[in-house]
């Protein structure tokens, strides 16, 4: 403790320790979608290139609604919307393999009756906290968002204002609700307002 004119001040001092290996969750090998179970992998690796083999892994799976940006708008006498509505819907245990992979499994529920709003989405946050057999730990995150869709489309406008004789270009992006581009087909119209 440092004693000063005004009271004193507590310092805490530590010893720094480099970290050994790294932690990190997998891409899934199977889409993930809702109300059927998901599987995910994570590994712990040395950062000398070989695998942690002996090891402890918690992990956690949290869960909050996502809404469209229009929803305010719709629903402004909705008292819940922007709380947080975030919560913990799984957790366990894990053990590391000899490969230094682990696995966890979770069930990312919904009620199916919710289906009629396909705008609103979810999204799935796991955290897992690997600890080696000297008790050094390290923590991977990974997240997703799921809902009814697995697509979503977006329109964009080069310029937010135009006359009647220029020419207008508007983009239109098709990706997984995780913000990744997909391919396929669709369907555009455009009315006069």
């Not at 697995?150 to 020419?167: H, M």
């Amino acid at each position: 403790t440092i004693k000063n004119e005004s009271g004193s001040l507590s310092v805490q001092v530590e010893e720094y320790k480099r970290p050994t290996f790294e932690a990190k969750m997998l891409d899934p090998e199977e889409p993930l979608r809702l109300n059927k179970p998901a599987h995910l992998k994570g590994e712990a690796k040395y950062y000398f290139g070989l695998p942690v083999t002996n090891g402890q892994v918690k992990w956690t799976v949290r869960r909050e609604p996502v809404y469209p940006w229009w929803w305010r708008y719709c629903w402004w006498g909705y008292s819940d919307f922007g709380a947080s509505r975030s919560q913990v819907i799984a957790s366990g245990t894990s053990a590391l393999k000899d490969d230094g992979r682990f696995s966890l499994e979770f069930l990312p529920e919904i009620d199916e009756r919710l289906g009629k709003n396909k705008e609103v989405t979810y999204r799935y946050s796991v955290s897992a906290d690997v600890t080696d057999e000297g008790g050094e730990t390290r923590s991977a995150q990974r997240s997703f968002r799921l809902g009814f869709v697995t697509v979503e489309a977006s329109a964009n406008l080069e310029n937010a204002f135009f006359v009647k004789e220029d020419p207008v270009n508007i983009s239109i992006q098709r990706a997984s609700l995780d913000g990744i581009p997909q391919t396929g087909i669709g369907l555009w119209r455009i009315v006069a307002l």
